[in-house]
C-alpha cells in the first residue's frame, strides 16, 4: 500500500467523521448501511473460489457504477496482482481478457446488468476469511474508484 492509498483512506475517514459530526451518527449509521448495501448488490455472494490456476469471483454489475475503464488493477490481500495475471471475462463475451490489455483506447467496458467473471492466478490461498480489492480508472471520470469483497475463498473449478 502506498502513500497515496492512506492518504485517499483517511481522506474517507475525515469526510465520514465530518458528515458524523454534521448530521449525527444516525446519518453516517445510514451511510455505512448503503454502502454495504452497494456491496453486496456489486458482488455475487459465494463466488470467490479456488481454481486450478488461482482464484475467480463474479461482479453482477448493477446500473449504479457502469462504463468504459482505461485501466484496472487487483489486489488479493492487500498484495497486487500483476496485470498479466489478471484477467476479466464478461458474460456472453466468449473469451478473457487480460488486464495488461487494458487503456484508454481500449478500456474494460462494463455494461448494466452484466456478470463480470474475473480471474486472477495466484497460489492456493490459505483458509480464513480474505479481502479482495479490484481498482477501476474510468475513462470519463478519471478518479480512481474501488470495490472491496471480504469473503472465504470456496472450492471451484475452472469455467
Known amino acids: 500500500m502506498g502513500l497515496r492509498e492512506i492518504a485517499l483512506d483517511f481522506s474517507l475517514l475525515r469526510q465520514g467523521l465530518s458528515i458524523e459530526h454534521e448530521f449525527g451518527a444516525a446519518a453516517f449509521a445510514e451511510l455505512v448501511r448503503v454502502g454495504r448495501f452497494l456491496e453486496h448488490a456489486f458482488y455475487e455472494s459465494g463466488s470467490l473460489c479456488r481454481t486450478e490456476r488461482g482464484v475467480t469471483f463474479v461482479l453482477l454489475n448493477p446500473p449504479l457504477r457502469m462504463g468504459a475503464f482505461g485501466s484496472a488493477r487487483l489486489l488479493f490481500d492487500g498484495v497486487p496482482v500483476a496485470a498479466e495475471r489478471?484477467?476479466?471475462?464478461v458474460e456472453g463475451g466468449g473469451h478473457s481478457r487480460p488486464f495488461s490489455?487494458?487503456?484508454?483506447?481500449?478500456?474494460?467496458?462494463?455494461?448494466?446488468?452484466?456478470?463480470?467473471?474475473?480471474?486472477m492466478e495466484l497460489d492456493p490461498p490459505g483458509p480464513g476469511r480474505h479481502e479482495v480489492r479490484l481498482e477501476l480508472k474510468s475513462v470519463a471520470i478519471p478518479p480512481l474508484v474501488w470495490?472491496?469483497?471480504?469473503d472465504t475463498v470456496r472450492a471451484g473449478t475452472d469455467p
Open 86 to 89: 489478471s484477467s476479466f471475462e
Open 101 to 119: 490489455e487494458i487503456d484508454p483506447l481500449h478500456p474494460m467496458v462494463l455494461a448494466p446488468g452484466q456478470r463480470v467473471r474475473f480471474f
Open 147 to 150: 470495490i472491496e469483497i471480504f
